[in-house]
């Protein structure tokens, strides 16, 4: 395994490093104050557009893409330490056209799609100009098993007819959200449970969709939102499908083992970023006598939290690096480890950094407390940590059973 950067990898690393330096890092104040003038927890703040349009100029777009075709053609490996530095404030990855759920949605349309749904939906997404969701968990069920699911998707002559609920669909809270990818079920009487569900495409102007509620986080009311949708006799052409019928579990899986990768990568980035702040205010704060950074408690925060975040992405980088070597199958254990650990290390790095801070650490005067409740949830995105344990202790199981037999 050789975790080098290439040349190619080092030029958009030190152009994407000093973007964030010029532009998104000293525009954090900026992007919330537009928003809160506007009066709109979802307003598309001015500022994004702007600096969307200076990433783009500097080519500093799609950069997830494998695809030579839509984006920077670089592999999983290549594209992880970019989606750290990005990961250093939460809303910049959309100024790069690289933000989740929009990520996965595009690679599978371009993978999946037909060439009319490439053109319609791919095409505006790839230019930035809309966004959109990925409807699949449900209120009422326990959708860590997507085998619950209950929304329904009835075929009627050349339309289906969607009925149900949705809930936490990022970015449906904003009117930029023009397309929803929705999984349900089409063939619940197959005993193949994972051959039930079909993806299909809805707009969001389709009549009988309702988008009925944004859903905070802690408290915190996310830009982009993540909203509860409510399906009531929605009817769309069948040439909506996405995909074959009844193929949604396989063209999940092929989108969730780069989308986590790009999750735990931007975990990693927000408690880089904690880290340096801790380090700030403890070199600057004194308390009884000498500066914190003289205190063995504090000492012990960082050089923790550095071991910590420096393991996580090591471990990152190996899934990522086997993902792109062996393939996805193979990287299915790593790619559980890391889906744990990323969001602990989210989340223990931050909390420290609030320490650190003391009262002000849990105020709106530093990123720190939105950072941990984002972090908080990144526990459950993508699946709870306990499914991920229970899918890699199973692996480790059988793996150790067929040694033995051998």
Same mark, same amino acid.
């Given at each position: 395994? /050789?975790?080098?950067?290439?040349?190619?990898?080092?030029?958009?690393?030190?152009?994407?490093?000093?973007?964030?330096?010029?532009?998104?890092?000293?525009? *954090?104040?900026?992007?919330?104050?537009? =928003?809160?003038?506007?009066?709109?927890?979802?307003?598309?703040?001015?500022?994004? #557009?702007?600096?969307? %349009?200076?990433?783009?100029?500097?080519?500093?777009?799609?950069?997830?893409?494998?695809?030579?075709?839509?984006?920077?053609?670089?592999?999983?490996?290549?594209?992880?330490?970019?989606?750290?530095?990005?990961? *250093?404030?939460?809303?910049?990855? #959309?100024?790069?056209?690289?933000?989740?759920?929009?990520?996965?949605?595009?690679?599978?349309?371009?993978?999946?799609?037909?060439?009319?749904?490439?053109?319609?939906?791919? !095409?505006?997404?790839?230019?930035?100009? =809309?966004?959109?969701?990925?409807?699949? &968990?449900?209120?009422?069920?326990?959708?860590? /098993?997507?085998?619950?699911?209950?929304? &329904?998707?009835?075929?009627?002559?050349?339309?289906?007819?969607?009925?149900?609920?949705?809930?936490?669909?990022?970015?449906?809270?904003?009117?930029?959200?023009?397309?929803?990818?929705?999984?349900?079920?089409?063939?619940?009487?197959?005993?193949?449970?994972?051959?039930?569900?079909?993806?299909?495409?809805?707009?969001?102007?389709?009549?009988?969709?309702?988008?009925?509620?944004?859903?905070?986080?802690?408290?915190?009311?996310?830009?982009?939102?993540?909203?509860?949708?409510?399906?009531?006799?929605?009817?769309?052409?069948?040439?909506?499908?996405?995909?074959? #019928?009844?193929?949604?579990?396989?063209?999940?899986?092929? *989108?969730?083992?780069?989308?986590?990768?790009?999750?735990?990568?931007?975990?990693?980035?927000?408690?880089?970023?904690? $880290?340096?702040?801790?380090?700030?205010?403890?070199?600057?704060?004194?308390?009884?006598?000498?500066?914190?950074?003289?205190?063995?408690?504090?000492?012990?925060? =960082?050089?923790?939290?550095?071991?910590?975040?420096?393991?996580?992405?090591? $471990?990152?980088?190996?899934?990522?690096?086997?993902?792109?070597?062996?393939?996805?199958?193979?990287?299915?254990?790593?790619?559980?480890?890391?889906?744990?650990?990323?969001?602990?290390?989210?989340?223990?790095?931050?909390?420290?950094?609030?320490?650190?801070?003391?009262?002000?650490?849990?105020?709106?005067? &530093?990123? $720190?407390?939105?950072?941990?409740?984002?972090?908080?949830?990144?526990?459950?995105? /993508?699946?709870?940590?306990?499914?991920?344990?229970? %899918?890699?202790?199973?692996?480790?199981?059988?793996?150790?059973?067929?040694?033995? %037999? !051998?």
């Amino acid at each position: 395994m /050789d975790f080098e950067y290439s040349d190619k990898v080092n030029e958009l690393r030190r152009k994407l490093q000093a973007f964030m330096d010029a532009y998104v890092i000293p525009n *954090r104040e900026t992007f919330e104050q537009q =928003i809160a003038e506007s009066g709109d927890p979802h307003f598309y703040p001015p500022i994004l #557009e702007e600096l969307k %349009a200076k990433a783009r100029a500097e080519g500093l777009w799609n950069l997830f893409l494998p695809d030579d075709e839509y984006g920077a053609g670089l592999t999983n490996l290549e594209y992880a330490p970019l989606a750290e530095i990005m990961g *250093r404030v939460e809303w910049s990855s #959309e100024i790069f056209n690289c933000n989740a759920p929009d990520t996965g949605n595009m690679e599978i349309f371009a993978q999946f799609g037909t060439e009319e749904q490439k053109k319609q939906w791919l !095409e505006p997404l790839l230019e930035g100009k =809309i966004r959109s969701g990925y409807a699949m &968990t449900e209120p009422g069920v326990s959708s860590s /098993d997507p085998i619950n699911l209950q929304f &329904t998707i009835k075929r009627e002559g050349d339309e289906y007819v969607l009925n149900g609920r949705k809930w936490w669909t990022t970015g449906a809270s904003r009117e930029r959200c023009q397309i929803f990818i929705v999984m349900g079920l089409t063939n619940p009487d197959n005993p193949i449970k994972h051959q039930r569900h079909t993806m299909v495409l809805v707009p969001r102007n389709t009549p009988g969709l309702t988008v009925l509620r944004n859903l905070s986080v802690m408290g915190y009311t996310h830009n982009d939102g993540h909203a509860e949708l409510v399906f009531e006799n929605v009817r769309v052409p069948v040439s909506n499908r996405l995909g074959d #019928e009844n193929a949604a579990f396989a063209i999940s899986q092929a *989108r969730l083992g780069p989308g986590r990768i790009h999750h735990c990568m931007r975990s990693i980035g927000a408690a880089s970023f904690a $880290l340096e702040l801790m380090i700030k205010r403890a070199t600057e704060r004194s308390t009884y006598g000498s500066r914190l950074a003289e205190h063995g408690v504090i000492q012990n925060y =960082i050089a923790e939290s550095a071991i910590e975040i420096e393991q996580a992405r090591l $471990l990152t980088f190996k899934a990522a690096w086997t993902m792109d070597t062996i393939g996805k199958k193979a990287a299915m254990n790593q790619i559980a480890m890391i889906k744990v650990v990323a969001p602990r290390v989210h989340t223990n790095v931050v909390n420290r950094a609030i320490q650190v801070y003391g009262g002000e650490g849990i105020s709106q005067d &530093t990123p $720190l407390a939105h950072m941990w409740a984002t972090g908080r949830m990144m526990h459950l995105v /993508d699946g709870p940590d306990e499914v991920h344990i229970r %899918a890699l202790a199973r692996s480790l199981i059988k793996q150790a059973s067929l040694a033995k %037999a !051998e």
